[in-house]
Nanobody
Framework: QVQLVESGGRLVQAGGSLRLSCAAS????????MGWFRQTPGKEREFVAG????????SYAASVKGRFTISGDNAKNTVYLQMNSLKPGDTGVYYC????????????????WGQGTQVTVSS
């Protein structure tokens, strides 16, 4: 089992940057594939970015590619989402997720979820 706690969300102006953190506790952090998702009211949870540490792969949604970067610190058991050039469309609750599987970016593939952190981008 792994527990996930996100932090770092806040109100920011368009064009600004934020770094979200997801602290993991429990099983060895590097055993998991990690993902970031976001959700807005009335919409389904959508994939933002993901990484598989053992495979050394990273993937991004087309809407954030080139602006967002997922990274991790094994010593701190923490995964980050660096978000640059933020747009109002990036507004939402951002969730961190983990799985022992090999996900392709679907929420149902992830077994563990954090409580979410709110990101609001004003125009």
């Amino acid at each position: 089992q792994v527990q996930l706690v996100e932090s770092g969300g806040r109100l920011v102006q368009a064009g600004g940057s934020l770094r979200l953190s997801c602290a993991a506790s429990g099983r060895t952090f590097s055993d998991y594939a990690m993902g970031w998702f976001r959700q807005t009211p009335g919409k389904e949870r959508e994939f933002v970015a993901g990484t598989n540490w053992s495979a050394g792969t990273r993937s991004y949604a087309a809407s954030v590619k080139g602006r967002f970067t997922i990274s991790g610190d094994n010593a701190k058991n923490t995964v980050y989402l660096q978000m640059n050039s933020l747009k109002p469309g990036d507004t939402g609750v951002y969730y961190c997720a983990a799985t022992l599987g090999r996900p392709i970016g679907l929420p149902r593939e992830y077994d563990y979820w954090g409580q979410g952190t709110q990101v609001t981008v004003s125009s």
